[in-house]
């Protein structure tokens, strides 16, 4: 019978099934972190349990970390104290710590990948949401709560029902200017917010075939914003060709037998899925968002939402957002005056996220007033830019070149929205309060928008600012 | 580790409107730099209910008539966003132990009913009416009956969604799945030996 990925993947990690009606499924790769983890560990020592496999276990610090200052013991103490917890913990519990001191730190999801413990027919699991990112190599890959972070530590498996699975569809091509941040974007705003609770997603179709790894995981990375707790799409060569020669990848006859399992693993042609949609490429334009929740969205050359033309049932919800974003109704997007810009997260903070920012931005500068940072993703992505000199032109255009971490996509750490501040954000969430000022405001778009953005003061389109035309990647 | 078999949930409601309520509302993500979940509950919706001066925001939960509400009562899509158990962590901290909304992002399901914190859904008009009845009678009792799957708000009875799995785990003492999870361990290490990767 033919199969879809996910039910391969699934199959091969079921355990049993519990009294409840849930699986008990095997979760191959943990990644753990500072913020979700501690009471996790607090809870095996009560129950006098063991980490079952600390060797599928990974740790690193991400969410609280500071950005700019990187030396232990940190001016926050409640952060020194979290850091410190996670160490323990790992060292108590025999678990393997990605630290500052390993060079190897960063956003869990931008990690992982990076040291290839991300495969493909794997699971995965984290306690964050945006776990879902790993599905970009053909990894089922679940975001989870604590308890669940301790169930995983103490037994290697959780309860989980299986979901329903959509097919996404993405065909065409896409314009130049449209990146990976504006087809979720117009995914979530298409199927809406709730629209994929309860599924998983796969995502394919031209678009994703031509897509490198980095986009399809900033993809695969936003399911959970339009719903879906899993988003993942078919491994191919591309993903391959990226695994290879990583730290945790198989090596020497064991990468040729893993490439060649790896290749049975795409969905059957002729699979079954529970709803199928296709979107066009070409109705894909650059996105921005006006409100409180990733689908309330826009292109660029939109206007924002009046409450009187909305249905009914949005009404309540958009005048909260409008009130909250401090934007009138019917006016257009463009032109919204900026107070920070950020860059990076685990959504946008990879190689080619700064590289293709960088192509544009030499010889440009950051408009007066506004704060910029760009924060990588990782330690590794960080160091590579720098070799690259990408740091520099970032540096030289009046961006703040920080150290790896979340910074300001959740704000836990010094870097936070100041009372109203409008933030341009390549990160996930718009949400109120988000970026660590509870009237701090957050406009979600992709890299080069937040760069237009940067250079402009205000909301702009990236292909006028910058004349964008031509595919301008710096080759690594 | 045997737990209460969780069939009813009783107590006063207090309704908190509004769709797509995300868990950084719920438990702000700053409240999160601490290593055990004790003391969550009083930054509960801290930012929708708190100035910054720390003075009171007009919010249902600071209505002095809904003090003491066991049962919260919301919009669509409720605790969508991050995974943070903080947030169910934080609500049962405060006292809630029992959810009504007309849908919930999965994750929030699945760790509040880990708490053993049931999630009923139910309609939108249902949940106004429920809010109605609240609003006029604030002592008004509301009861939700995991068995049946409805809710009785006063005089008044309301069919409610509750997914069989969670009810099965809520009615059985199942609700937190360590112990049968670590009952499985054989099956579980016959699993992760016949997978490549892991063995």
Known sequence: MAKSLFDKVWEAHAVRELSSGHTQLLIGAHLIHEVTSPQAFGMLRELGLKVRFPERTFATVDHIVPTDERNEPFSDPLADAMIKELRRNCEEFGVTYFDIASGRQGIVHVVGPEQGITQPGTTIACGDSHTSTHGAFGAIAFGIGT???????????????????????????????????DVILYIIRKLGVKGGTGFAYEYGGEVFDRFNMEERMTVCNMSIEGGARVGYVNPDEKTFEYLKGRPYSP??????????RWRNLASDPDCEYDDVVNFRAEDIGPSVTWGITPGQGVFI???????????????????????????????PIKGTPIDVAFLGSCTNGRLTDFQEVAGYLKGRHVAPGVKAI???????????????????????????????????CLAMNPDKLVGDQLCASS??????GRQGSPIGRTILMSPLMVAAAAVTGQVSDAREVFGVGSPNLVEV | MA???????????????????DTDRIIPARFMKCITFDGLGEF?????RKNEDGSDKKHPLNDPRHAGATILLSGS?????????????????????????????EIFFGNSITLGMPCFAASRQDIREMAATIEADPEVQIELDVENRSIRCGEREYPAELRDSARTALLSGKWDPIAELLEGEEEGEATARSLHYVR
């Open chain 1, 147 to 181: 308890s669940q972070v301790r169930d995983v530590l103490a037994t290697q498996t959780m309860a989980i029902s299986k979901p329903k699975l959509r097919r996404i569809n993405v065909d065409g091509k896409l314009a130049p200017g449209i990146y990976a941040k």
């Open chain 1, 251 to 260: 090596k020497g006859r064991e990468w040729d037998e893993a490439v060649e």
């Open chain 1, 301 to 331: 050359d939109e206007t924002i939402p009046d409450p009187e033309k909305v249905e009914e049932e949005q009404r309540e919800g958009v005048i909260e957002a409008l009130e909250h974003m401090k934007l009138k109704p019917g006016s």
């Open chain 1, 374 to 408: 760009a924060v990588p993703g990782s330690m590794g992505v960080g160091k590579i830019c720098e070799e690259l000199g990408i740091d520099k032109i970032f540096r030289e255009a009046g961006f703040e070149w920080r150290g790896a971490g979340c910074s300001m």
């Open chain 1, 427 to 432: 990160s996930n969430r718009n949400f109120k």
């Open chain 2, 3 to 21: 737990l209460e078999k969780i069939s009813k949930v009783t107590g006063r409601g207090v309704y908190i409107p509004g769709d797509d309520i």
């Open chain 2, 44 to 48: 509960a919706f801290y930012d929708v």
């Open chain 2, 77 to 105: 899509n409720f605790g969508c966003g991050s995974s943070r158990e903080h947030a169910p962590q934080a609500l049962h901290k405060a006292g809630f132990r029992g959810i009504v909304a007309e849908s919930y992002a």
